[in-house]
């Protein structure tokens, strides 16, 4: 990677945001492994409990060399008993379950049947995104790739009528990022809604 590269030859630290990308979002623990890259500092949450508020910093024994009575590294509510519980439960289960295998053909599986609408409509822009943490653009013209800024939110609005909340993200993205333990049976379920919506945004319906 580049930007790794780039950090190690200036001597800085490469600090990877695995906060939403991390413990199997991806369909791999950690996004930095998709790349083949070892972060100097990695910084986590979200996924790391499951829910319960927990966040961690982790780095390399050299990089996190402090000396003695550095307290401005300390944390008031650090070692939350809890939290910590609850995300080694987490890890367990992901362990036990094969989360971030599953997540993966997940992904692979939601990527193409959204690659076979996008050829179907002319709103849907581009489909990307790993494991269950995918991206939906919606343009005005596939061409000229425009963004299709008012026709996002509307399908965001025509999809939570028919019973599902999506996320936009950017100016005319929908994110979408279910339950790493979602069945494939939901899934198609989700999948459908925003086909649906999609449909009804793209034909000029009211919302």
């Known amino acids: 990677m580049k930007l790794q590269k780039i950090c190690h030859e200036n001597n800085l630290i490469f600090i990877m945001d695995e906060v939403q990308a991390g413990f199997g979002r991806t369909g791999r623990m ?5 790349f083949n890259v070892q972060p100097d500092i990695i910084c986590l ?6 829910g319960i508020p927990i966040g961690a ?13 550095s307290s401005s590294h300390s944390n008031t509510y650090g070692g939350n008993v809890l939290a910590c519980a ?11 379950e094969n989360i971030a295998e599953k997540a993966a053909k997940l992904g692979e599986y939601a990527l193409k049947r959204l690659g076979e609408f996008k050829e179907k409509s002319s709103i849907v822009g581009d489909v990307r995104g790993k494991g269950l943490m995918i991206g939906i653009e919606f343009v ?20 939570f009528k028919r019973g599902l909340i999506l996320l936009p993200v950017g100016d ?11 069945s494939q049976e939901n ?6 809604i925003i ?3 999609t449909k009804v945004v793209e034909g000029g319906g009211s919302v």
């Open 187 to 192: 899934l198609d379920k989700g999948l459908e």
């Open 86 to 96: 609850a995300s080694l439960a987490k890890l367990e289960v992901m362990q036990s």
């Open 140 to 159: 005005k013209d596939k061409e000229t790739k425009e963004k299709a800024i008012k026709k996002t939110d509307e399908i965001a609005i025509e999809a």
């Open 57 to 69: 910093t982790v780095a390399k024994s050299d990089t996190a060399e402090w000396s003695e009575g």
């Open 195 to 197: 086909f649906e919506s």
């Open 30 to 34: 950690f996004a930095s492994e998709l």
């Open 172 to 182: 005319s993205c929908i994110r979408i990022a279910p339950p790493l333990n979602i």
């Open 45 to 50: 949450a979200k996924g790391l409990s499951g």
